[in-house]
């Protein structure tokens, strides 16, 4: 184009997607395993080429591209490298966001090397760390990241790590990490740092202004926006890597995509700036609402300053996000009162869709746990968790409030 384009939405829908065959306005779903050559010739330039992506779908297929493109050019909108250029990054599409971080962690680490990263991370990546890694001699190390001086230790103290890894915000009490204090530490100490930007989206965070190496997403939440296909991305900004040992971990794991969920993705990807306003307002008004609410023992939204890591959060985000936990009075049974009352909020775990998701998680995703355990990762018994959805605000304040008498 001739003059740049100016805002989120005009690179979510502009970017991607011009070459179609047959006038077609979108693009298509490529159903189809693998491509045709005319000639041998053709074949071996195809092979030979950067382009893998009309070879065999598990190496990438167009319609992935479409999704791959617009996700790298929302992560990269408006940032410049040292030398005044526009950053350039590549995306790499897969099946899921466990998928994306199995590539991400098995092709820039080996059998003794440790990962540095903190609490409250996502259960999978939890789960992947300490159950997968361990297995192959990968080790992980926890701190707490909101300290810097933790993680400065940690780095002086353990040359194997090579990898930190950050995400924020964090469930369940919504912490967030300084990305920017975090990865010049790391830098300091030659380490490859990754953040995990699913809850902020980059309409409200771009990790890439402060230079970190990867960024993570699990499409599957505020990407879509639907709900409606699992999936996840890995964007990294050194393209000859990201073309050649990422790419090849990525299709030798056989995390690729498939080209039903990627049309939902890149239908999903337009309306982000759209829906992210929406999601935000509403959330900052119905922690307004909980935090004034009698029932309520205490909101944990990083958009009130009662929050510990608000000043964070306002600096590396546009707005603080559509997440939020808060602990209705009266521990488990007022928990589970409070969610079997709900009329329109929908109980479910999961986060990012259309509609506003609310689960208890002493009763649901940690039920498995002794209290205890919970406590480890925040969960108090009547903690409630919910992602704000885009309905009517005064539709999800009346629920809540019918929900909460
Ligand atoms: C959902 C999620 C993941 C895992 O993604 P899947 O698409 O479920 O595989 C990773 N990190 C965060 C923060 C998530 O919310």
Not at 40 to 58: C, H, L, V
Not at 76 to 88: E, I, K, P, V
Not at 298 to 324: C, E, I, T
Request: hydrophobic residues 40%; contains cysteine; aromatic residues 8%.
């Amino acid at each position: 184009m001739k003059f740049p384009l100016t805002g989120i939405s005009s690179v979510a829908i502009h970017t991607a997607g011009h070459d179609n065959a047959d006038f077609s306005h979108l693009t298509p779903i490529y159903a189809t395993s693998t491509f045709t050559f005319d000639s041998a010739q053709q074949g071996m330039e195809r092979f030979a080429g950067s382009d893998k992506t009309k070879i065999y779908s598990r190496w990438g297929n167009p319609t992935f591209t479409v999704a791959e493109e617009t996700i790298a050019a929302l992560e990269a909108f408006g940032l410049y490298n040292d030398d005044g250029s526009r950053l350039q990054l590549k995306a790499l599409l897969h099946a899921s966001g466990q998928a994306a971080m199995a590539t991400l962690f098995f092709s820039n680490l080996c059998a003794g090397d440790t990962i540095l990263s903190h609490f409250s991370l996502y259960g999978g990546t939890h789960e992947l760390m300490h159950k997968v890694l361990a297995e192959t001699g990968i080790k992980t190390t926890i701190v707490d990241m909101r300290d810097l001086n933790k993680v400065k230790e940690a780095l002086r103290n353990d040359p194997s790590i090579k990898l930190v890894h950050i995400e924020t915000p964090a469930n369940p009490t919504i912490k967030c990490v300084d990305i920017e204090e975090v990865a010049l530490l790391a830098k300091q100490f030659n380490c490859i740092v990754s953040v995990d930007n699913t809850f902020a989206t980059p309409y409200l965070q771009q990790p890439f202004r402060y230079k970190v190496d990867f960024v993570f997403h699990s499409t599957t939440k505020f990407l879509n926006g639907h709900g409606t296909a699992i999936g996840g991305v890995l964007i990294g900004k050194d393209i000859p890597l990201m073309r050649t040992k990422i790419w090849k971990w990525h299709a030798l794991l056989g995390g690729n995509s498939n080209p039903f969920d990627a049309f939902l993705l890149t239908q999903g990807l337009k309306t982000l700036e759209l829906r992210m306003e929406r999601h935000c307002h509403n959330a900052m008004e119905v922690a307004g609402f909980l935090e004034q609410h009698p029932a309520i023992e205490k909101v944990n939204y990083n958009g009130l300053s009662s929050h510990p890591d608000y000043a964070v959060s306002a600096k590396q985000m546009r707005h603080p996000g559509a997440l939020m936990s808060f602990e209705v009075k009266g521990g488990l049974e007022a928990g589970k009162r409070f969610i079997d009352k709900l009329q329109m909020c929908v109980r479910a775990v999961s986060l990012g869709t259309l509609d506003t998701l609310v689960s208890h998680p002493a009763s649901m995703s940690h039920f498995g746990l002794k209290p205890e355990e919970r406590l480890q990762y925040d969960i108090t018994d009547g903690l409630i968790r919910m992602s704000v959805g885009i309905e009517n605000l005064a539709d999800i304040l009346n629920d809540l409030d019918q929900a909460l008498s």
